[in-house]
């Protein structure tokens, strides 16, 4: 047998990064005896090839097909062209027109890497055990072929000898691989599997009672079943009992719950061959979507996956996942509503979900992701913080404070880490919600939970400043944030801030002008500077200060009055705040708090 790739082996059980390195980046060099051609694109392949490159650059995969599809008919059999829109294909979900495209390149001698692997993924779908063997077979590989023979052709091969009915083969070639320590937990996980599908329960027992072999929700799953089979119902329950998170994967709370109600449970992590080889496509994809260069690849291995074995959520979870990170979140939907619609929902993966749909600023379908997670998970604490946070995030606060109560009911009796970011954040809801009582009790509570949390510290800080209460502790706490982090602009903003409504306008302008570092381009901190100079005589620099702030969209952030900017400039702050009754700074009383100064020393 050939020596399997080491680099290979080691980033797929272990998550190391792993050498793209599999299709071509520009175009070939001109083959031996080939004169080199003019590479300028003619007219008429010039304009689909510009707008595939930018589509494939903008991940919009789906665009990118049609146009290297486009710039192929200009340029039939160019090597470079046919891999990229092979690359576009997979990654869009055309996998039945990459099967037929990669054919065709086979076909005519043409083909790629990427051309071999789709053209092998269907000779498995279509159930061609002969022809894929012949094809995996080392004595018909190329020299380079056998030189850069790897873990998964060699994988492939063994499940492509339980398709031909050659099972003894197929187990001899995966404990012959499984020799190698580098390579083991992975294909003795295979080999668990194999041995399980013609019954060999006992061996395959054996191997996954190794947690380095099956540590991930199939592996689980499936040792749960084969002690099954093996009528050891009381260790599977068990065993799935003791798995952290186990709320959070209803397949395997399913199989939990008919494991304890007595129902038969069969076999079928595996039902096939294909079934194996999919899995073989979702394991690279894992590995190689945590290497240094996952793009296309882990995309493209995990579509085969699915494609495969359309009813192993894993893989068309991972999908909707590496979509997700493109931003194309259209084609994700089409993913997670297939999820949906089959029960096979993950808490785990909707709550990232909707966290990247929220960063994404797609707040409605955000919302409504999270509403079908309540829905579906009522009882689930994250599901409800969740839709709080969410809430919060579009400023409605008075809306999130109810998700908020739902939550830490749920955690009443849960350990108190997990309780002081709710509380945090329903103490941020009531605050902006004009319930500063119920405010103060959280962020209190969540201080004595997590006191070394430097945002939570600023701001129960600068809200008891702001109101001129506690005024010692106040500052204190927003030193203590400053000190735990040092960098944080908000937070060096709240403490020049703080100062300022002090009164202590020259120990201001330290801090608000290291924000200012830190924050160039936020419209309030640049207003803040200049009333802080303003205030210390520098009235040139606070009129450049305002008009900063002016210039930087100051209609974007709710805490900034354009207006008010403009009256500093053309009348000044002083009679601005005359005219509002002097609002922004405390009284003398409470600016010289007798021991505010031992609380700042």
């Avoid at 019954?199 to 996954?208: K, M, P, Q, R």
Wanted: charged share 25%; hydrophobic share 45%.
């Amino acid at each position: 047998m050939t020596r399997p790739n080491l680099a290979l082996t080691v980033a797929l059980f272990l998550s190391v990064g792993l050498p793209a390195g599999v299709f071509a980046q520009d175009r070939p060099s001109p083959r031996p005896g080939e004169e080199v051609q003019d590479s300028a694109p003619t007219f008429g392949l010039a304009g689909p090839y510009l707008a595939a490159r930018m589509a494939a650059v903008e991940s919009d995969f789906r665009a990118a097909a049609r146009y290297f599809a486009q710039a192929v008919a200009h340029d039939p059999g160019d090597a470079y062209l046919e891999d990229s829109a092979l690359v576009a294909f997979c990654s869009a979900g055309g996998i039945e027109r990459a099967v037929k495209f990669a054919a065709e390149m086979e076909e005519r001698g043409d083909g790629t890497e990427l051309s071999r692997l789709v053209h092998s993924a269907d000779l498995v779908h279509q159930g061609k055990w002969d022809d894929l063997l012949e094809r995996t077979d080392p004595e018909n590989a190329s020299p380079r072929q056998a030189r850069d023979r790897d873990l998964m052709v060699s994988m492939i091969r063994a499940w492509a000898l339980m398709g031909a009915g050659r099972a003894s083969e197929a187990l001899a070639l995966l404990e012959e691989m499984s020799g190698n320590p580098e390579v083991a937990p992975m294909v003795n996980y295979h080999l668990a599997l194999a041995r399980a599908l013609v019954g060999d329960y006992e061996s395959a027992a054996t191997l996954l009672s190794d947690r380095a072999t099956g540590s991930h929700v199939l592996g689980y799953m499936a040792r749960a079943e084969v002690l099954a089979q093996l009528e050891r119902r009381d260790e599977a329950i068990g065993l799935l009992n003791e798995l952290q998170g186990l709320d959070a994967e209803p397949q395997l709370m399913e199989l939990r719950d008919r494991l304890q109600a007595g129902e038969q449970v069969g076999f079928d992590v595996v039902r096939t061959p294909a079934d194996g080889i999919a899995q073989v496509f979702l394991t690279f994809a894992t590995a190689l979507a945590s290497s240094s260069n996952p793009e296309p690849l882990s995309l493209i291995h995990a579509r085969l996956a699915s494609w495969l074995s359309p009813d192993m959520a894993e893989a068309r979870l991972m999908v909707a996942q590496l979509l997700q990170e493109h931003q194309q979140f259209e084609l994700a939907e089409q993913e997670y509503e297939t999820l949906r619609r089959k029960g096979q929902m993950r808490p785990v993966a909707e709550l990232t979900r909707i966290e990247a749909l929220a960063q994404a600023e797609h707040h409605a379908e955000a919302e409504k992701a999270a509403l079908s997670l309540t829905a579906a998970y009522p009882e689930l604490p994250q599901a409800w913080i969740a839709l709080g946070d969410l809430l919060r995030q579009q400023q409605k606060f008075a809306q999130a404070v109810p998700a908020y109560d739902k939550a830490l009911t749920m955690l009443q009796d849960a350990p108190a880490q997990a309780r002081w970011f709710p509380l945090y954040a329903r103490g941020i809801a009531l605050e902006r919600s004009g319930q500063f009582a119920r405010a103060e009790k959280d962020l209190l509570a969540a201080i004595e939970i997590r006191p070394d949390q430097a945002s939570l510290l600023n701001y129960l800080g600068y809200s008891w400043i702001d109101r001129g209460e506690n005024l010692d502790r106040a500052l204190d706490m927003i030193r203590q944030a400053v000190r735990l982090s040092p960098d944080d602009g908000y937070i060096l903003d709240s403490l020049a801030w703080a100062y300022y409504r002090l009164g202590r306008y020259s120990e201001a302008v330290v801090p608000m002008e290291q924000a200012i570092g830190t924050m160039a381009a936020d419209p309030l901190v640049n207003d803040h500077l200049g009333d802080i100079y303003w205030k210390v005589g520098r009235k040139r620099e606070a009129e450049i200060q305002w008009k900063r702030a002016l210039s930087l969209d100051p209609d974007s952030n709710d805490d900034v009055d354009a207006d008010r900017i403009r009256a500093k400039l053309e009348r000044g702050l002083d009679a601005v705040l005359a005219d509002e009754g002097d609002t922004d700074s405390l009284s003398p009383a409470q600016a010289n708090a007798p021991t505010t100064q031992q609380a700042l020393d």
